[in-house]
C-alpha cells in the first residue's frame, strides 16, 4: 500500500481484484466465476486458446465447436453448485433462527395486551406505554395471527401478528 493517501486510486485495481476473486460464503463460489462462468486466472495459465493460437495449431472447426461446448455445460454446471450451495446456506441460517423461536398459543377467550409501535397513531412518545388493552382473542387464524375484539365485543378489523400481543394477567 501506499503511505499517502491521495495514490488510492493506483491501488484499487487491485482491491477489486481481491474482492471479485475471493469465495464467498453464502454462495461458496467468486463473483466473477458467476459473471464469467470461469475463475480468474493469470492471463499467461489461460488453458481457453484464442482463434490466433488456434489456427496456429491448425485445429479443425469441429473439434473447436466441440470444446467450447463442454465448457458451456461446465458453466451451467457450476452455476447450480452454486445454487444449491445457497439453498443449503440458507437452510443452515433458517435452522439456527429457528432455534430461538418461542411459539406462542392463544386461544378463543384468552385476556391479551397488544404492544403500540412507533408507526402507530395510538403512540404518544417514549415515555408513554408501551402496550395498550386488554383485548379479547376472537379468532385464531393460521400462521400466528390473531383476530382482537375489544372488551366491549366489538371486533378490531385486522389480524393481528401473535408476535405483537402478550397474556394479560388480572
Same mark, same amino acid.
Given at each position: 500500500?501506499?503511505?499517502?493517501?491521495?495514490?488510492?486510486? /493506483?491501488?484499487?485495481?487491485?482491491?477489486?481484484?481481491?474482492?471479485?476473486?475471493? @469465495?464467498?460464503?453464502?454462495?461458496?463460489?467468486?463473483?466473477?466465476?458467476?459473471?464469467?462462468?470461469?475463475? @480468474?486466472?493469470?492471463?499467461?495459465?489461460?488453458?481457453?486458446?484464442?482463434?490466433?493460437?488456434? %489456427?496456429?495449431?491448425?485445429l479443425?472447426?469441429? /473439434?473447436?465447436?466441440? @470444446?467450447?461446448?463442454?465448457?458451456?455445460?461446465?458453466?451451467?454446471?457450476?452455476?447450480?453448485?452454486?445454487?444449491?450451495?445457497? %439453498?443449503?446456506?440458507?437452510?443452515?441460517?433458517?435452522r439456527?433462527?429457528?432455534?430461538?423461536?418461542?411459539?406462542?398459543?392463544?386461544?378463543?377467550? %384468552?385476556?391479551?395486551?397488544?404492544?403500540?409501535?412507533?408507526? %402507530?397513531? /395510538?403512540?404518544?412518545?417514549?415515555? @408513554?406505554?408501551?402496550?395498550?388493552?386488554?383485548?379479547?382473542?376472537?379468532?385464531?387464524?393460521s400462521?400466528?395471527?390473531?383476530?382482537?375484539? /375489544?372488551?366491549?365485543?366489538?371486533?378490531?378489523?385486522?389480524?393481528?401478528?401473535?408476535?405483537?400481543?402478550?397474556?394479560?394477567?388480572?
Amino acid at each position: 500500500m501506499t503511505d499517502n493517501y491521495k495514490g488510492w486510486h /493506483e491501488q484499487l485495481p487491485y482491491a477489486l481484484l481481491g474482492y471479485r476473486t475471493t @469465495a464467498r460464503t453464502s454462495t461458496g463460489a467468486t463473483p466473477y466465476l458467476l459473471v464469467y462462468g470461469t475463475e @480468474a486466472v493469470i492471463p499467461g495459465k489461460v488453458k481457453i486458446p484464442s482463434l490466433r493460437i488456434i %489456427q496456429k495449431a491448425e485445429l479443425d472447426n469441429a /473439434e473447436w465447436v466441440r @470444446a467450447r461446448y463442454k465448457q458451456l455445460a461446465l458453466i451451467d454446471e457450476k452455476k447450480m453448485i452454486v445454487v444449491y450451495h445457497g %439453498q443449503l446456506c440458507r437452510q443452515r441460517m433458517a435452522r439456527a433462527f429457528n432455534k430461538r423461536v418461542r411459539t406462542r398459543l392463544f386461544h378463543i377467550g %384468552q385476556m391479551v395486551l397488544k404492544r403500540i409501535f412507533p408507526h %402507530q397513531d /395510538e403512540y404518544k412518545g417514549k415515555f @408513554a406505554p408501551n402496550w395498550q388493552g386488554p383485548y379479547v382473542v376472537r379468532k385464531v387464524l393460521s400462521r400466528g395471527a390473531v383476530v382482537l375484539a /375489544e372488551m366491549d365485543g366489538q371486533d378490531r378489523p385486522k389480524p393481528i401478528n401473535s408476535d405483537a400481543i402478550r397474556r394479560y394477567y388480572v
